[in-house]
């Protein structure tokens, strides 16, 4: 018997994201109908919780509950990540649950949960513990997309994603039952052991390597696994639609990372070419793309595509410097997408109406504000000097060269100047077009501006003085 | 050699039943043989000496999805699906894709046989320890215990998932 032993301080911030999670469904039927928002802002609070309970998780770096579960450097910052997430969601959606009278404070159970899930996947050292996490994301985040339940297209996303998110669950088992019967093990160290050793078939390892990569591919929406993309991210509800786009993608490459550069680098000649390959594919097919579309909730859909490629080039470097400005870039999509989404959102109207790039025409007029905000996102999203795209870009780059990936390089370059069209092509709109709407009724509530001052202060932080955040990544890559 | 006899008998049943499942007209009858493959899988994994999956098996898989297929067939009329015509029009194309694809898997065994050997068969151990379900026990609540209390979340989003999907409409979203 060897009993695991038992440490709340290392699992806190999942615990906390579960408790409230559950506090705030339970609460639910108790609080009267005007006041429901209120329930959104105790999610919020619950987030806030979380962040500050990874401070004791940080004092327990190690290895827990017979290993399982490890705490490191890495850990901690996709963990910040992923709250970070959460709580700009949360912020962004409740006046959006308001305005589309969808007002179940479910919404921010499952919101939670699907963090905690998250989390569990950056902090698994074991690969059943993976499939848990992911399939708790994957499940609450299915629903979240189909949260519009009258809306048809909401609930064609919502089918869409859940029909192709069970094949690649099955994948990622089926890869796990390989790895289990060719090294007797599913802990990641227990793995790397056993693949150091002579005595393995290395076929059968290779196999179910392949299996894992497609399975965390289709969740992380690199092409070629990037089909159900566009169609579930438009009919999902927009702030979903931005969760999506930042948070299973992040949670799905913390696991890429671990999973391969941890359990099977000793047979990276098998894969590293096959990630060169997703790399190059996806940049291209993401901006080029997204260059002729005209909602603007697809061509973000295309856009979150390609930023996915540039990941998977820091990821191709397969170097710590790679995971470093991997995590450096995380952070700053994240910041930048999701302030792009609340745009969306504040934008839009009741069931999706003005979502057309084109519906942005005079903006710049009528809202000089929203306009300025919006453009400093788009900007940052295309990679301009002084935003926190351009930093992250350039970081993958630099650890792309390093690892003598010239050509990946290249393509991200071309790719990146491609993209300046579609970005730009909102700018444009914004300003240098006469306006056929008085943009009257948008409201700017105070959640909503919040969620805005986040995510633009980060760009312009993670863009003028990136040297901070970079020390913590670099030492969250050494392993 | 008896466990071998067993092991035909069941596998041939599995796949007896299985090509009656879907060439059955009558629906009851397809799911009547469902529960019969389902049984013959069961008494495989017993015959390999995995009575906790065996017991698995007959639970979920009996007892729970074949019951939910029951009753979604009391739910819908019975009667004119036996005279509708059945969606197998194109049955020799894919009949013919099949066998290729067969053949093809076949042959990709055949040719990659020499590197996908499995590690030897190891003589179960797991009646020394007492058993395949107190072996699987003992690792749920000792070293796994942290993803079987996460399991409970999962079951949790599940459930929640479930209901926010179809409870209700509220006035504002008829």
Redesign the interface.
């Known amino acids: 018997m060897n009993l695991a032993t038992i440490n709340i301080a290392a699992i806190l911030p999942t615990l906390v994201l579960s408790v409230v999670g559950i506090v705030v469904m339970v609460a639910e039927p108790f609080v009267g109908e005007q006041k429901k928002s209120n329930l959104g802002w105790l999610a919020f609070a619950g987030t806030l919780a979380a962040m500050l309970s990874l401070v004791p998780m940080a004092n327990n770096r190690g290895q827990w509950y017979s290993n399982l579960w490890i705490v490191d450097d890495y850990d901690v910052f996709l963990d910040f990540i992923f709250l970070l997430i959460a709580a700009i969601t949360i912020l962004t959606s409740m006046d959006f649950l308001r305005r589309e009278e969808l007002n179940h404070p479910e919404f921010y159970s499952l919101l939670l949960f699907a963090t905690a899930g998250m989390l569990m996947m950056a902090a698994s050292n074991e690969l059943v513990m993976v499939f848990l996490g992911l399939e708790i994301l994957s499940i609450a985040t299915y629903v979240m997309a189909g949260f519009r339940r009258a809306d048809l297209k909401s609930n064609e996303s919502a089918l869409k994603y859940f029909l192709l998110g069970s094949f690649s669950s099955a994948f990622f088992l089926y890869g796990i039952a390989l790895i289990f019967g060719a090294t007797g093990s599913t802990n990641l160290l227990a793995i790397a052991d056993a693949l150091r050793s002579s005595k393995i078939q290395i076929s059968l390892v290779s196999l179910s390597a392949a299996l894992i990569l497609i399975a965390l591919c289709f969740k992380v929406a690199v092409a070629p696994f990037h089909v159900w993309t566009p169609d579930v991210y438009e009919g999902a509800p927009t702030p979903v639609t931005g969760f999506m786009s930042v948070g299973p993608k992040a949670a799905g490459f913390a696991v890429l990372f671990r999973v391969f550069l941890t359990a099977f680098p000793s047979i990276e000649d098998r894969w590293g070419s096959a990630i060169w390959m997703v790399a190059a594919l996806t940049m291209i097919l993401g901006n080029v793309i997204a260059v002729v579309q005209p909602n603007i909730k697809r061509m973000l859909a295309y856009s979150s595509i390609a930023h996915a490629g540039y990941v998977a080039v820091a990821f191709a470097a397969t170097s710590d410097r790679g995971v470093s400005a991997a995590l450096f870039y995380l952070l700053a999509y994240s910041l930048m997408n999701l302030g792009a989404f609340a745009m969306v959102t504040i934008i839009s109207r009741k069931e999706d109406k003005l979502v057309n790039v084109t519906d942005y025409a005079g903006l710049g007029s009528k809202r000089p504000g929203l306009a300025a905000v919006l453009s400093l996102f788009m900007l940052s999203l295309a990679g301009v000097p002084g935003t926190a795209g351009f930093a992250g870009k350039f970081f993958i780059f630099r650890a792309a060269l390093e690892s003598r990936l010239v050509w990946l390089a290249i393509i991200g370059v071309v790719t990146t100047v491609i993209s300046f069209y579609y970005y730009l092509s909102v700018i444009v709109q914004m300003y240098m077009r006469e306006p056929h709407d008085e943009f009257s009724d948008v409201r700017l509530c105070g959640s909503l501006k919040f969620a805005l001052v986040i995510s633009a202060a980060g760009t312009l932080y993670l863009g003028l003085l990136p040297t901070r955040v970079l020390d913590w990544t670099t030492t969250a890559a050494l392993r | 050699m008896l466990e071998l006899i067993l092991f035909y008998t069941f596998g041939a049943i599995a796949v007896i039943s299985g090509i009656l499942v879907i060439t059955r007209h009558n629906v009851v009858h397809s799911a009547a043989f469902l529960g019969a493959t389902l049984f013959a899988v069961a008494g495989i994994f017993l015959t390999l000496h995995a009575e906790f999956v065996a017991g698995v098996q007959v639970i979920v898989y009996v007892g729970g999805i074949l019951v939910l297929f029951v009753f979604v067939i009391m739910l819908i009329a019975v009667e004119r699906s036996v005279h509708e015509r059945q969606y197998n029009k194109q049955w020799t194309i894919a009949l013919i894709t099949s066998a290729i694809l067969i053949v093809e898997i076949a042959y990709g065994l055949y040719r ?1 046989r020499d ?5 030897a068969v190891v003589p179960p151990a797991a009646a020394a320890a007492g058993g395949n379900s107190e072996q699987v026990g ?1 690792a749920l609540y ?6 079987f209390e ?2 409970s ?2 079951l ?3 459930i ?2 479930a ?3 179809s409870k209700k ?2 006035p ?3």
Request: proline share 7%.
């Open positions: 990659g590197s996908l050997v499995l590690p003992t000792t070293s796994y215990l942290l993803p996460i399991a979340i999962l949790l989003v599940a929640v998932g209901v926010v999907l409409r509220t504002a979203e008829e």
